[in-house]
Every structure is written in structure tokens, then in C-alpha cells.
């Protein structure tokens, strides 16, 4: 086993040797992080103009300047440039000059900028500002650019990329301003998973299902950021949101900031009030104390040559959790977590033909989380989080060919202790939970190496018009894992408990409404076994995937750009061999010692066409038509793996006797056979559906495909005002998963329960008066052995399809003002949603979990999911007289569809014993629509040498609304009590000093 990784390393290492060997051999493709400016130099009669010299400057080029010659058809093209505002000059002799000033460009944007130089016999120059292109006439990508300049402006909690999504329109993240820690969770036009975030290129997406986990950036150290959500050419390897986010540099003149941002209870109002109280809201979630530091430092090394740049920050909070107290009832609950950056920058301009790029990003972040509204104190949860993104890069210009070539890493994981020396409990009725949390012990692992090239080859005058030739490849070795501890006090320096062994199970107890005590019912059982420095029970589900593309982006007579691209990847999923040791007491005969061969998937070869067009209407580069048809292959992601390895995080559920009645497990009150009559189910620990272990690979498995097609309009109405028009239509392949020997077909004896109502008991005024039928299979089929999942293609019946109109406009700060604002309404058609991270929660959005449907008639009782949603926003920012800025960010959200649902018990033997259902439709409930406003008042005070003090005010919830964002939807004690709601209003106060 040791000998396999081993040479997987070696792999990698062997690979990214080669991956730089070649980069200097092909030609790579520049980062869609460097922009460019065409166009077309002409007399006054409109004659073109060949040989006129065409130069560029600015503050961001290492290089004194950048130089191009108009050719015979008077145009030219100056790439790659880096993001930052440049002046162009246009010369040529018996002419006058021209100086283009202000001229603004942002990550990947190609601005087309036409001049006319008029006959003058002196050598005089003369400057213009003009308007600033704010339609790309080549790119048919729906991006949005969010600069420096914006993402100061607009009042956000500076959070990692949800403060960017929340001004891409679209995009739909998390309402939370504050989230010091946690994970961004988002969907896009209605769509979950298949995102691809980067930082400067280097992906930082979990390699799950989910893929959000894991983007933890320093806001404050970023740049620029590129969010696109429709149109993807071939460079992009899948459909969904992309973003890439540009980290400050260095430059010739020394530059830097400090700031300091806080806030406390006595800035926040409360929006507890009697209907949130008559619904068991006591309690809501105020902010103790809340404080944001920061500094950077950047300039140069060497001038014109060496830059570097650093940032460090740190935050800290004390919240209290929403609507959780100690077990007194009475002290609140307080969750302490903090969250630590320090970003370095390397930019090294060899001569002029070659650049390096190195930087490095690591964050720390974590604390205690404590107990929700539903559970005991104890069972509150220290997790700390670290993870470091990185990478080289090296950038050539050869003539008309422009190269890239980058390798990075993104490594990721997080360590859980717990505060209790209880054993773990949870109740399926109740949703209480007390004990050592069940997480506890669980050091979750994840990385991704990553390499790529890119190339670019512009060739002029070239088979009916211009074309820029694209070429590039990704490669990526990713994994996603977890370790799982014996649970016996090591490794718990913060919290200093547990004292010993806490159990490597968790009791489960079933308790109806109006019960005096607990109702004992099952044990999930753990495979927890592994112990530091030792390399058993240590899980490897692994992916290495290579993509390569080609595209031509063809412009033909200046007004009709053709992306014709196409992208091929070969997608390996495997699982290394591997052991692990027997677990502790009393689960060694459910989790012996034992060891696994190499178990490989289908490996996938596919090539998918990207076909795009955009059209200049009058060939001013204001009016633009854009559209086309992407389709896009699904890869291989760990936790699709995962169910094949016995050695990942497992839980067996058994049935459980309390025999004595003391509601506490002791031996001989279960029979840990896996083929006797208290055995239920094996799953993944972070699956919500019975059954997903022990799966084999499906030898015949396709890849799921997407198909997108896209048309829109984007015009530039002013000097710096544009809106945007956009249709999608999106269809996606989907998998289910299927039990090989407990086939659709044998679910076959229908168990009828009625409903009980809102309040879980029959026979009250609240009973609907209808039933429910779900279908359990032959008890002879319920043993372990009889349980094979294996991933299926679904049938076209279970194709997802989404339809899109977006609405966006932008202006930029001009003239005192500036502001961004967009529509979206998307219907979503999800003939069955999923039940394998979940079921009956319709508040899960996509991480750590499986995000399947399961092929059985249970999977599709009440589980279509056909809904409109919308979104709408809106950033404005005005700056006064006496370097007063006002600004504001609203943002509109249907709100979130949701559907009752029961826990039904079965007759005493079936092999379900319990189930829980939706008993209506998806959407036959909905959580009132949210409407959030943010504002911010800055007072600007500027001093000698470019010095400036930013004093400035953040109101965050200006209307203080409290707005439900999720809800109890299991029937009981519990049900329709909100989950959450909007924190209140708060106000945080800080200053930044920038030089």
C-alpha cells in the first residue's frame, strides 16, 4: 500500500517535471486574467492607416511599454496585457498623434478601441478620453467584472467569494455577511454542483459532487474577479459558475494599507419579536463581538523587473448560535471562531519576452461551534480548518504566439474534537442530539495538484479573416477523504475531552410526541479505527483527469466572431489498495481487519463541441449579438468512488434492545450480525440514505453529458453604461444509484400509513386525512450481503432542465456614480430530487455529501422538484461633495420551496424499519421571499503623496427584517420551527489607511 502511493507521487512529480519541460517547448495559451485591446486606425476619409505605431503604458506593466504596428488593414492588437488602467498612443509620420487616456481593462476583457488620425504637418499630440468599450465584441461568455474599484464601493463583509457572488448576477450564495468560517454554498441559475473556482487559475473547488467546499480566499487581498455564468468556450472544463480571482501585485511605486473593522452587541438591534416567539423563538443570533485587521504591503524589489506583495489578516467573532442556550435554558449558546490569512506575491519580469508568477495564500480558521436549538451543550463541536493554495507560473511571448504554463496546489483539512465524555445520542423524532458529537475524531483531508498550459497564436489576414488559434490542457490528481479516529480522548489538546473512550457508535432514539422518556430504537455504528502515525485506516479514493481543448476564435470582416472549440478529457477514477485495522469494542466483528485490492473504474474519453457567436451589429462595438450551443462532460469526483471503499467513514444502523431500560447500550443488547435480524443498513457516514456502501463500478457507466444553448445582447447605451439580455436553456444527465440485488422490481410489499398531520400524532384536529404508501423488499434480501449499490445513467426521463431569462446592467464609477444591477428567473424541472445526502430535507445544498437519487419507488414519492425561482439585485454607490460616499447593495430572492414531511414507522421485521417521506409536493410550501439591504457611508480624507484615510460606516440589514431561511419540515414537536432567520441589524464601524 505504502509502495502505491509512493508511485502515485512520483507520478505527479514525474508529471509536473514534463508539464514545465513542455511549456517551454509548445506554446501555452495566456490566463483568461490578461486582457487585450484591438482595433482599427483610419485617416479622416476612413482610409485604414498601415504602419501606424500603436503604444501602451501603464503602471501595471513591468515592461516600459507595449508596442504594435497596424498592418496592411490598419489594425492592430497589443496582448497580453495585465489588468490596470493604460494610455495608448497612435503615431505615425505627417499625421497627429493621438493619446488614448483612461483607458480601463479588466481580467479577460478584449477592448476594441477604433481611431482616426486626421493630416497635420506639425509634431503635435493630442489627448482623448473617449468612452471606455464596455461590451467585449469577441468573448461570447456572459461574464461579470467585479474590480477593485467595485468590490471597495459596494458595503459586503468582505467574505471569501460569497461577496463576490452576491454582485454576479445569477449567482445565488448563502445570505450571511458575517460567515467568518464555514463553507461558501451557492447554485447558479438553479443548478448545483459543476462550479470551477479558481484563484489566479489553481482550482480550489472540493473534488466532491458538490465541489463548493473548501473556497476560503482573503477578500481583501484580492484584485479583480471574473464570475461567467453562461456561454463557456472550450477553455472552460465545465458548465457552471467559473470564477477567477486575481491577487494584488506589487508595482514600481510602494504601496500598502492597514485597516480595522468591528462591530459588538451594542451596534445590533433585535428582530425577535412576538411571532417568531410564539413559534419557540426565544432567542435569535446577536453578535458579541465581531473585529476584522488587516495590512498589505507591496512594491519593488528590483524596478521594472522584481515585484512583491503581502498581506496578512485576521478575525475573530463570538455569535450566539440562533436560538441555542446551555441546558440551563437560559445562558445562550456562543459559537468563538477566528479566521487568520497571509498571502504572498512574486512577480518577476525576466526581459521582455518572459514573466514569472509565484504566490502562495494560507488560511487558518475554526474554533468552537456549539450546540443548535435543538441539542445539549456538550454536544458542541471544535473544528478547526486549514488551507494553502499555491503555484509558479511562467509567461513567454514568441512573436504573434503568447505562452503560459502554471503548476499549483490547493491543500485542504480539517480536525474535529468534541466537549463531552457522553456517548453520542440523536433523536429521529425530536432532532435532539446530546454527547460527544459524532464527529469527533474526524480529520477530513482533501487536495488537488494541478497543472496547465495554455497557447495563443494570432494570425492575421488569414482564410477570410482573423483568427486567434487557442490551444491549452489541464491536468489535475485530486482527492477527498477522511480519516476516522478510534474516538479515545487523543487528539483533543483544545478541548481536553473526551477523558478516554466516548464510543464509536451513536445511539438512536425514536421518540413520539407526549412521550414520557426516550423510546430506545437503533445504534449507528462507526468504523473508527485509525490512530496517529499509523497509515491503516487511512481512506484514498483518488481522480486524475487531463483535458485538452482547441478553439479558433475566427473574426471575419470586423463584426462576426466565430468560438469554435472543442475539449477532450480522459477522466480515471480509482481506489488504491489498502487495510485497515479492526475497531474497537463492541463493532470488531462489524468492522474486522482487513485488506482491499486496487478496485478501478470506467475510465472516460470524451470530446465535447463548444460553439459560440458574437455579432457587432453596426461595427461600432456597442451592439453586440451573442449566443451559441456548449456541450459539457461530467468527470469523476471522489465521493462517486467512495461507495466502493469499505475503508472510508461507514455507519451500520442495527436495530437496538434496551433490555434493561437504563436507555443506555450494553453489551447483549444487539446482535452485531450483518446477516441477523438487527441489522438495517450500511452507508456512508455522510450519506443521508440507507445503503450506500459496498458498492462495485459499474463496467458499462456513460458520462453524463450537459447541453447548454444560449442567446443574448449586450449594448453600450453611454460612455460607461451597458445592459445585458440573456435566454439559457440547459438539459443535464443525471446518475441514479441502484442495489444490483435489490432491484427496482422487488420493492414490492406496500406498507399504507396515514398521515398524521403537522403535529405527528393521529387522531387530532391537524390530520389531513390521507395516507401514505411506501414499499419495503423481502426480508429475505435485508442482510448485508444483499447489499451492491452500483452507479446507473438515468433515462432521459430523468433529465434535469433548467430555463433562464437574465437582465443585467452595469456602469461603471463615473462621474460620482456607478451601479450594477441584474434580474433572473429560472424554472427548474428536477423530475426526482435527491434522497442520498438528505431525505426530506430541502434545505440540503451540495458538500461533503452524495447528491444522488436512489432507483427505488420510494426515491420518487413526492420528489419532483418544479419550481421558478428568482433573484434580483441591485449595487449603487454615490460619492458626494467633501469625499462623502454613500452606497448600497439589495438584493431580492424568491423564497426557498420546501414540503412537509413524516418519519413512518413500518410493521414489526420489514427490513425498512423506518422512513421518513415527503407527504406533498416539493413547493406545496414556500419560505416568504427575502428583500436585504446593506448600505454604507464612507468619508474619504485624502493627504500628500497619495495617502488616503477611509473612515466608513457598514449598516448591514438596513430594514432589519427577519426573514425565515429555513424550517423544520419533519411533522412532531418541532415542525414549522424556523431553522434560521436573517441576523438583525447591525452596524460596523472601521478604518482603512492606504498609501
Not at 73 to 94: D, K, W
Not at 829 to 841: F, I, L
Not at 889 to 901: D, L, M, V
Not at 953 to 979: A, C, H
Request: aromatic share 10%; glycine share 8%.
Amino acid at each position: 500500500m505504502d509502495t502505491t502511493f509512493r508511485t502515485l507521487r512520483g507520478r505527479h512529480l514525474v508529471l509536473r517535471s514534463l508539464v514545465l519541460l513542455i511549456g517551454c517547448l509548445v506554446p501555452a495559451a495566456v490566463h483568461a486574467q490578461e486582457a487585450s485591446i484591438i482595433g482599427q486606425v483610419t485617416d479622416d476619409t476612413g482610409a485604414v492607416l498601415p504602419g501606424v505605431t500603436v503604444t501602451a503604458t501603464s503602471p501595471a506593466l513591468q515592461v516600459k511599454q507595449v508596442v504594435d504596428v497596424t498592418n496592411e488593414r490598419g489594425e492592430y492588437r497589443l496582448t497580453p496585457l495585465p489588468l490596470g488602467t493604460y494610455s495608448v498612443e497612435y503615431t505615425l509620420e505627417g499625421f497627429q498623434s493621438v493619446r488614448r487616456a483612461d483607458l480601463r481593462l479588466t481580467a479577460g476583457f478584449t477592448a476594441k478601441v477604433d481611431i482616426v488620425l486626421k493630416v497635420s504637418a506639425l509634431a503635435e499630440t493630442i489627448t482623448v478620453s473617449g468612452e471606455a468599450p464596455l461590451v467585449d465584441v469577441t468573448s461570447t461568455t456572459a461574464t461579470t467584472q467585479l474590480t477593485r474599484e467595485t468590490l471597495e464601493v459596494i458595503p459586503t463583509g468582505r467574505n471569501s467569494i460569497v461577496a463576490l457572488m452576491i454582485q454576479a448576477p445569477g449567482a445565488r450564495p448563502q445570505l450571511d455577511w458575517s460567515f467568518v468560517t464555514g463553507n461558501p454554498q451557492f447554485k447558479v441559475f438553479g443548478e448545483l454542483g459543476e462550479q470551477w473556482v479558481a484563484m489566479e487559475g489553481v482550482v480550489t473547488s472540493g473534488p466532491k459532487t458538490g465541489t463548493q467546499g473548501g473556497n476560503h480566499y482573503d477578500y481583501s487581498a484580492i484584485e479583480e474577479s471574473t464570475v461567467s455564468t453562461v456561454g463557456n468556450t472550450a477553455d472552460a472544463p465545465t458548465k457552471g459558475l467559473q470564477i477567477n480571482v486575481i491577487l494584488k501585485s506589487g508595482g514600481d511605486q510602494f504601496h500598502g494599507n492597514g485597516a480595522f473593522f468591528g462591530t459588538n452587541h451594542h451596534l445590533e438591534f433585535d428582530n425577535v419579536n412576538d411571532t417568531l416567539r410564539a413559534r419557540g423563538i426565544t432567542g435569535g443570533n446577536p453578535v458579541n463581538v465581531r473585529w476584522d485587521a488587516s495590512g498589505e504591503l507591496g512594491g519593488r524589489i528590483v524596478p521594472n523587473k522584481l515585484w512583491f506583495y503581502y498581506s496578512t489578516r485576521r478575525r475573530e467573532e463570538k455569535v450566539q448560535t440562533f436560538n441555542a442556550f446551555h441546558d440551563d435554558g437560559v445562558t445562550p449558546s456562543v459559537s468563538d471562531m477566528f479566521q487568520y490569512f497571509h498571502t504572498g506575491k512574486i512577480s518577476y519580469q525576466m526581459n521582455q519576452s518572459n514573466k514569472f508568477i509565484g504566490f502562495v495564500q494560507y488560511v487558518r480558521q475554526g474554533g468552537e461551534s456549539t450546540n443548535n436549538q435543538f441539542s445539549s451543550y456538550d454536544s458542541r463541536i471544535y473544528s478547526p480548518t486549514q488551507a494553502t493554495t499555491s503555484k509558479i507560473e511562467w509567461q513567454g511571448i514568441r512573436g504573434n504566439k503568447y505562452f503560459s504554463v502554471q503548476s499549483g496546489a490547493w491543500i485542504w483539512n480539517v480536525s474535529r474534537q468534541c466537549y463531552s465524555n457522553n456517548v453520542a445520542t440523536t433523536d429521529l423524532l425530536t432532532s435532539r442530539i446530546t454527547g460527544c458529537n459524532n464527529n469527533y475524531g474526524i480529520n477530513s483531508y482533501e487536495g488537488r495538484d494541478h497543472q496547465l498550459g495554455r497557447l495563443t497564436w494570432y494570425k492575421p489576414n488569414f482564410f477570410a479573416g482573423n483568427h486567434d488559434f487557442k490551444a491549452g490542457f489541464d491536468y489535475a490528481a485530486a482527492h477527498a477523504d477522511r480519516k476516522i479516529s478510534s474516538r479515545d480522548g487523543r487528539g483533543s489538546e483544545q478541548t481536553g475531552l473526551p477523558k478516554g473512550f466516548v464510543g464509536n457508535y451513536q445511539l438512536v432514539y425514536r421518540t413520539p410526541p407526549g412521550s414520557p422518556s426516550l423510546v430506545p430504537f437503533a445504534m449507528d455504528a462507526y468504523n473508527n479505527c485509525y490512530e496517529d502515525d499509523k497509515p491503516d485506516c487511512t481512506p484514498k479514493d483518488l481522480t486524475h483527469t487531463f483535458w485538452s481543448y482547441a478553439e479558433d476564435s475566427w473574426t471575419i470582416h470586423r463584426q462576426l466572431t466565430l468560438n469554435l472549440g472543442a475539449r477532450y478529457a480522459h477522466a480515471v477514477g480509482f481506489i488504491p489498495e489498502q487495510c485497515r485495522t479492526a475497531s474497537a469494542p463492541p463493532l470488531e466483528t462489524v468492522y474486522p481487519a482487513k485488506c482491499w485490492d486496487r478496485i478501478d473504474f470506467r475510465t472516460w474519453n470524451s470530446i465535447v463541441p463548444r460553439l459560440h457567436a458574437a455579432y457587432d451589429l453596426t461595427g461600432s462595438g456597442r451592439t453586440v449579438i451573442k449566443g451559441g450551443y456548449g456541450r459539457f462532460a461530467h468527470n469523476w469526483h471522489s465521493d462517486e468512488l467512495q461507495m466502493a471503499n469499505e475503508n472510508v467513514h461507514l455507519v451500520s444502523r442495527f436495530l437496538w434492545h434496551d433490555l434493561n431500560g437504563n436507555k443506555l447500550f450494553d453489551p447483549g443488547e444487539i446482535n452485531f450480525d450483518l446477516a441477523g435480524s438487527d441489522f438495517v443498513s450500511t452507508s456512508l457516514f455522510t450519506g443521508g440514505e440507507d445503503g450506500l456502501a459496498g458498492a462495485v463500478p459499474n463496467p458499462n457507466i456513460k458520462e453524463p453529458m450537459s447541453n447548454e444553448f444560449s442567446i443574448g445582447l449586450e449594448h453600450q447605451m453611454t460612455h460607461s453604461f451597458a445592459i445585458r439580455a440573456t435566454g439559457i436553456y440547459s438539459r443535464q444527465q443525471v446518475f441514479r444509484m441502484q442495489n444490483n440485488l435489490r432491484p427496482y422490481g422487488v420493492y414490492n410489499i406496500p406498507v399504507t400509513r396515514p398521515d398524521p398531520g403537522p403535529d405527528g400524532v393521529l387522531g387530532t384536529a391537524d390530520d389531513p386525512g390521507r395516507s401514505i404508501t411506501f414499499y419495503e423488499y423481502p426480508a429475505a434480501l435485508a442482510a448485508r450481503q444483499f447489499q451492491q449499490p452500483m452507479l446507473v445513467n438515468g433515462t432521459p426521463a430523468d433529465d434535469q432542465k433548467y430555463t433562464t431569462v437574465e437582465i443585467a446592467a452595469s456602469k461603471r464609477l463615473d462621474r460620482r456614480w456607478m451601479v450594477m444591477a441584474s434580474y433572473s428567473t429560472t424554472k427548474i424541472d428536477v423530475p426526482h430530487w435527491q434522497n442520498t445526502a438528505s431525505t426530506g430535507n430541502d434545505f440540503t445544498m451540495p458538500g461533503l455529501q452524495v447528491f444522488l437519487t436512489t432507483l427505488d419507488p420510494n426515491a420518487e414519492i413526492n420528489s419532483a422538484y418544479r419550481i421558478w425561482e428568482t433573484t434580483a439585485r441591485a449595487d449603487a454607490a454615490y460619492i458626494l461633495p467633501w469625499g462623502v460616499q454613500v452606497s448600497g447593495n439589495f438584493e431580492h430572492r424568491s423564497g426557498q420551496p420546501w414540503a412537509r414531511t413524516v418519519n413512518f414507522a413500518a410493521p414489526a421485521g420489514q427490513p425498512i424499519p423506518n422512513i421518513t417521506l415527503r407527504t406533498e409536493a416539493i413547493g406545496a410550501e414556500r419560505l416568504p421571499d427575502i428583500n436585504l439591504l446593506h448600505m454604507r457611508i464612507e468619508k474619504a480624507i485624502r493627504m500628500s503623496g497619495g495617502r488616503k484615510l477611509a473612515l466608513r460606516l457598514n449598516i448591514f440589514n438596513v430594514t432589519n427584517i427577519n426573514t425565515e431561511q429555513s424550517i423544520t419540515q419533519l411533522s412532531g414537536v418541532n415542525f414549522g420551527r424556523p431553522g434560521g432567520v436573517m441576523p438583525p441589524r447591525i452596524a460596523e464601524v472601521g478604518a482603512e489607511y492606504s498609501f
